[in-house]
């Protein structure tokens, strides 16, 4: 009987290291954002931005297909519907690089998987952000757009 219990013993043991291990691996697998996505400020267009702002506002108007007046008032007037707050977690994604990533979104008409590298922020979250701040412009502009009966019906 001593045996039995002993053989039973072992399996118990073995199959409590194999869930170890697989637990092991999952946690493993499992990260909450990429690593060079943690150091957007080092990896995204931001920085050359400000640059241009400063230095050649000509290749800042080329690069955001607007001056930058227009920018800041743009900015200025979505800045209360796309602002977001920082978390003990992480901090949050600013509002002029939502504005940025959604302009040269609708100026080029690139893949959210293609901007994620130029702005350092994952294709899922350059998705909500287009969205969020296209409705946003559509709200703060909506006295100097015109659309068709048609495509209301159809939005």
Known sequence: MSEIGD??????????????KERE????RKMWM?????????FSNQKLLKELKVSQPDD????????????????LKVKP?????????RDAISVESRL??????LATGNS???????????AQSIGRIVIETCEAIRKVLKNYIKV??????IA
């Not at 519907?81 to 977690?89: A, E, G, H, R, S």
């Open 60 to 75: 800042f108007k080329n690069f955001m297909h607007m001056d930058e007046e227009t920018f800041l008032y743009l900015l």
């Open 100 to 105: 940025s990533i959604t302009l040269r979104f």
């Open 81 to 89: 519907f796309i602002q977001k707050q920082d978390t003990f977690m």
């Open 148 to 153: 068709s009966c048609i495509e209301i019906i």
């Open 7 to 20: 053989i039973i013993a072992l399996m118990v043991i073995g199959e409590c290291l194999v869930e170890a």
């Open 34 to 42: 990429k690593n060079w996505l943690k150091n957007k400020d080092e």
């Open 112 to 122: 959210y998987e293609y901007l994620k590298f130029s702005n350092a922020v994952s």
């Open 25 to 28: 691996k999952r946690a493993k």
